[in-house]
């Protein structure tokens, strides 16, 4: 049976960014997958991790900036960028700040992220 998902949850985190999770371990408790809507303001940056878990990001206004051992994507609004599991990546917004919507297979949970200490 469909299950509707009557709004998401916020998730608070550091530096201004908005996170509203509508699948995934919090809301739904779901392990597999995760989709959440983000909002980070200008300059918002995140330290540099190597997940477990794949990350497909889809920007839909502004520019999310992706650094990875190979150089540094931009992924503007109308894009997505795929990362892999065992990736080190760092992710940042452009000076407009952006909005993307994040989906992890499996679903993100802190201790998969492997965020390194800034």
């Known amino acids: 049976m469909p299950q509707l998902i009557p709004g998401p949850t916020r998730i608070p985190v550091p530096g201004g960014k908005v996170i509203d ?3 995934g371990r ?3 408790r779901t392990s ?19 997940p477990e878990f794949d990350e497909i990001t889809l920007v839909l206004r502004g ?3 992706v650094e990875h051992d190979g150089g540094v994507l931009q992924v503007p609004a109308g894009q997505a960028v795929m990362t892999r599991a065992g990736e080190r990546i760092r ?3 452009g000076p ?6 994040a989906i992890c297979l499996p679903a993100f949970a802190p201790e998969l992220a ?5």
């Open 21 to 23: 999770e509508y699948v």
């Open 63 to 65: 520019t999310v900036r």
């Open 91 to 93: 992710y940042s917004a």
């Open 26 to 28: 919090v809301n739904t």
């Open 32 to 50: 597999t997958v995760s989709v959440a809507h983000m909002m980070a303001p200008a300059g918002w940056a995140e330290p540099a991790q190597t």
């Open 114 to 118: 492997h965020r390194e200490e800034s």
């Open 96 to 101: 407009e700040g952006a909005e993307y919507v």
